[in-house]
């Protein structure tokens, strides 16, 4: 008996049918709005519908309520923003009481959307608490040394919440306690001294929504961990050995890449992105333990491999990643070039790119129970995305020049990369061979004696290293989310 292959024509006679099995009766709306929100056909025809402006700054976080007609977002600008998307209105805007700029939003479940959680460059877990008349109440709830990119809320619960900073530290949140519990500070796998071992620096931290007790984290190295909060609940030491790692084979010691984002699907698939690399759906079945570097090359090869994404570029921002559709079906993300990528999830087919913003796409936020989206970027504005009729084709006619452009930025950067501690010895040695190089050729008297112009120019070249050594940096924490 032969299989009947499918094909656009096949799915077409399919959606005719089911649009018929509602009409007389035989399939329930909630199914039929399932079905056609996972449709091939409508994910290729999204398309700009409209832009949310209003905030000063790059828009680095957004989040649709639960029911879906509210979207919050969150600028560099630190206001937070509440849209009324379907109209493009602002419904209500306040000042977050950040000092710098917001990477995080979030709702708290089960309090009609009055009960918002924000964290920033600052370091800082904020709380607005949207009071009668419009007016918010804020107030700090914890603090990281370190940028804090991402929050975490327990699924379905309006009071427990998670964060994860730049100094490697995980806090768990209940606000009916007012107070934060430090669970753990991640270190390298690595190294076996614990005490002596090198943090990882944390962007991304996501809880299981089928198991609420299991949470992943990912940061500046190639390993995204799993943990059960039962466990460091009651842990007395600052031991963060994980409950199970997930790695691409390829990856597995390499030292050269980090993880930018998670994202659990509703069947607890794992979605890794990396920097500068691709993008990894990891089952299961497909973990290595809590200590990857002990398991043999012949155990590795046992693993199966995870699901890989491609044609995008994630370099210049901490990017996010996202499943899209009702079960799942597609894998969405940004890209520096601009564009926005969306995958088939099965089998990494890509079906949809378009164009999202004039520099980067950071974050992709889908709508919770219809076909569309939100994105955001460097620009000041949030993009809304809905399937309309258009003549243009699902994936624009350059799509090859621009997945080579992509591929081949990520190799010329593999190429070259440096660690940061590489490249601060570098910027030492360097000082150094300048200082001596100066004291070899002139002595005190002949710096008094030089132009003006140039004493200025050699103690501009000397200071540059003398201070950089010092940790300082000429980044602006003010600009956009750029890593």
Same mark, same amino acid.
Request: proline share 5%.
């Given at each position: 008996?032969?299989?009947?292959?499918?094909?656009?024509?096949k799915?077409?006679?399919?959606?005719?049918d089911?649009?018929?099995?509602?009409?007389? @009766?035989?399939?329930s709306p909630?199914?039929?709005r399932?079905?056609f929100s996972?449709?091939?056909?409508?994910?290729?025809?999204?398309?700009?519908?409209?832009?949310?402006?209003?905030?000063?700054?790059?828009?680095?976080?957004?989040?649709?309520?639960?029911?879906?007609?509210?979207?919050?977002?969150?600028?560099?600008?630190?206001?937070?923003v !509440?849209?009324?998307?379907?109209?493009?209105?602002?419904k209500?805007?306040?000042?977050? @009481?950040?000092?710098d700029?917001?990477?995080?939003?979030?709702?708290?479940?089960l309090?009609?959307?009055?009960?918002?959680?924000?964290?920033?460059?600052?370091?800082?877990?904020?709380l607005?608490?949207?009071?009668?008349?419009?007016?918010?109440?804020?107030?700090?709830?914890?603090?990281?040394?370190? *940028?804090?990119?991402?929050?975490?809320?327990?699924?379905?619960?309006p009071?427990?919440?998670?964060?994860?900073?730049?100094?490697g530290?995980?806090?768990?949140?209940?606000?009916?306690?007012?107070?934060?519990?430090?669970?753990?500070?991640?270190?390298?796998?690595a190294?076996?001294?614990?005490?002596?071992?090198k943090?990882i620096?944390?962007?991304?931290?996501v809880?299981?929504?089928?198991?609420?007790?299991?949470? @992943?984290?990912?940061?500046?190295?190639?390993? &995204?961990?799993?943990?059960?909060?039962?466990k460091?609940?009651?842990?007395?030491n600052?031991?963060?050995?994980?409950?199970?790692?997930?790695?691409?084979?390829?990856?597995?010691?390499?030292?050269?890449v980090?993880?930018?984002?998670?994202?659990y699907?509703?069947?607890?698939?794992?979605l890794?992105?990396?920097?500068?690399e691709?993008?990894?759906?990891?089952?299961?079945?497909?973990?290595?333990?809590?200590?990857?570097?002990?398991?043999?090359?012949?155990?590795?090869?046992?693993?199966?491999e995870?699901?890989?994404?491609?044609?995008?570029?994630?370099?210049?921002?901490?990017?996010?990643v996202?499943?899209?559709g009702?079960?799942?079906?597609y894998?969405a993300? @940004?890209?520096?070039?601009?564009?926005?990528?969306?995958?088939?999830k099965?089998?990494?087919?890509?079906?949809?790119?378009? !164009?999202?913003d004039?520099?980067v796409?950071?974050?992709?936020?889908?709508?919770?129970?219809?076909?569309?989206?939100?994105?955001?970027?460097?620009?000041k504005?949030?993009?809304?995305?809905?399937?309309?009729?258009?003549e243009?084709?699902?994936?624009?006619?350059?799509?090859?020049?621009?997945?080579?452009?992509?591929?081949?930025?990520?190799?010329?950067?593999? *190429?070259?990369?440096?660690?940061?501690?590489?490249?601060?010895?570098?910027? *030492?040695?360097?000082?150094?061979? &300048?200082?001596?190089?100066?004291?070899?050729?002139?002595?005190? &008297?002949?710096?008094?004696?030089s132009?003006?112009d140039?004493?200025?120019?050699r103690?501009?070249?000397?200071?540059? !290293?003398?201070?950089g050594?010092?940790?300082?940096?000429?980044?602006?924490?003010?600009?956009?989310?750029?890593?």
């Open positions: 008996m032969e299989m009947e292959v499918d094909t656009p024509r799915r077409i006679r399919v959606g005719f089911e649009i018929r099995r509602r009409e007389v @009766g035989f399939s909630t199914f039929f399932r079905y996972g449709s091939e056909v409508l994910v290729k025809q999204i398309n700009l519908q409209g832009k949310l402006a209003g905030h000063d700054g790059c828009v680095n976080a957004i989040q649709f309520n639960s029911t879906g007609d509210i979207l919050v977002s969150g600028s560099d600008d630190r206001q937070v !509440f849209w009324d998307w379907t109209t493009q209105k602002k209500l805007s306040y000042d977050s @009481g950040h000092l700029n917001i990477f995080q939003t979030k709702i708290m479940p309090t009609d959307d009055r009960i918002i959680v924000t964290s920033s460059a600052d370091g800082q877990v904020r607005g608490q949207v009071k009668e008349h419009g007016k918010v109440f804020t107030k700090k709830l914890g603090k990281h040394q370190g *940028r804090v990119h991402n929050l975490a809320v327990e699924p379905g619960s009071h427990v919440l998670y964060s994860c900073g730049e100094d530290i995980v806090q768990h949140f209940d606000l009916r306690t007012h107070s934060c519990t430090r669970l753990f500070c991640c270190s390298s796998l190294d076996n001294d614990i005490q002596h071992s943090k620096r944390l962007n991304s931290i809880i299981d929504p089928r198991n609420p007790n299991y949470f @992943g984290v990912g940061g500046s190295d190639e390993y &995204a961990r799993v943990y059960d909060i039962r460091c609940q009651w842990s007395s600052d031991d963060s050995t994980p409950l199970d790692t997930f790695c691409p084979r390829h990856l597995i010691k390499s030292n050269e980090h993880i930018t984002a998670l994202a699907s509703s069947s607890s698939e794992l890794v992105s990396y920097n500068d691709l993008i990894y759906l990891f089952q299961k079945d497909m973990g290595m333990g809590p200590d990857p570097c002990s398991v043999s090359p012949i155990q590795t090869q046992k693993l199966g995870p699901q890989v994404y491609t044609g995008h570029r994630n370099s210049q921002t901490v990017k996010g996202s499943f899209f009702p079960s799942d079906e894998v993300t @940004g890209s520096d070039c601009g564009h926005i990528f969306i995958w088939e099965k089998d990494a087919r890509l079906v949809r790119v378009m !164009f999202g004039r520099r796409v950071n974050q992709i936020e889908p709508h919770p129970h219809v076909a569309m989206f939100a994105s955001c970027g460097i620009e504005t949030v993009k809304l995305w809905c399937p309309s009729p258009s243009s084709p699902p994936l624009p006619d350059n799509i090859e020049k621009i997945m080579e452009s992509n591929k081949q930025g990520r190799e010329d950067h593999s *190429r070259v990369y440096l660690s940061p501690d590489v490249i601060m010895r570098i910027l *030492r040695l360097q000082r150094n061979q &300048a200082v001596a190089y100066i004291e070899s050729r002139f002595d005190r &008297a002949d710096f008094q004696d132009d003006d140039d004493n200025e120019g103690d501009a070249y000397v200071m540059a !290293f003398s201070e050594e010092e940790g300082s940096s000429s980044e602006d924490p003010r600009d956009c989310n750029i890593s």
